[in-house]
């Protein structure tokens, strides 16, 4: 699994100080299933998608880049981070395209070099 983090990594406040710890958990494929992930979604017709990240461990994922937009403690979190996102999407675009503005706040945070 190829993993990536948004440039603005939304995390769920109770895992905030083990940001990092997961994110190496993640990396390597450690089974954490109170961890919940945010992604954008491996199909086009979606935006987001959110599981637990026990599901990564699936060989679905063995040879799939996962575009991680945010580290959740549990399902509900999960919920309230896509209603955030949702929310500044919409209040900076006046629209609803997640997808298109996640991956165009990467692009930019890419070639600035950060």
């Not at 994922?61 to 575009?67: A, C, K, R």
């Not at 945010?70 to 209040?91: F, P």
């Not at 395209?97 to 070099?113: A, F, M, P, V, W």
């Amino acid at each position: 699994m190829r993993l990536r983090l948004y440039c603005d990594l939304y995390v769920s406040e109770h895992w905030q100080e083990k940001k990092l710890k997961i994110v190496k958990k993640l990396r390597r494929g450690r089974l954490q299933p109170q961890v919940y992930v945010l992604a954008l979604s491996q199909g086009m017709q979606n935006h987001l998608e959110f599981y637990s990240s026990a599901f990564l461990k699936q060989h679905f994922y063995d040879d799939s880049d996962v575009f991680v937009v945010g580290i959740a403690d549990g399902r509900e979190e999960c919920l309230m981070m896509t209603e955030q996102i949702a929310d500044k999407v919409y209040r900076e675009t006046g629209g609803a395209d997640l997808r298109n503005y996640i991956l165009e706040r990467q692009s930019e945070y890419e070639k600035t070099g950060r």
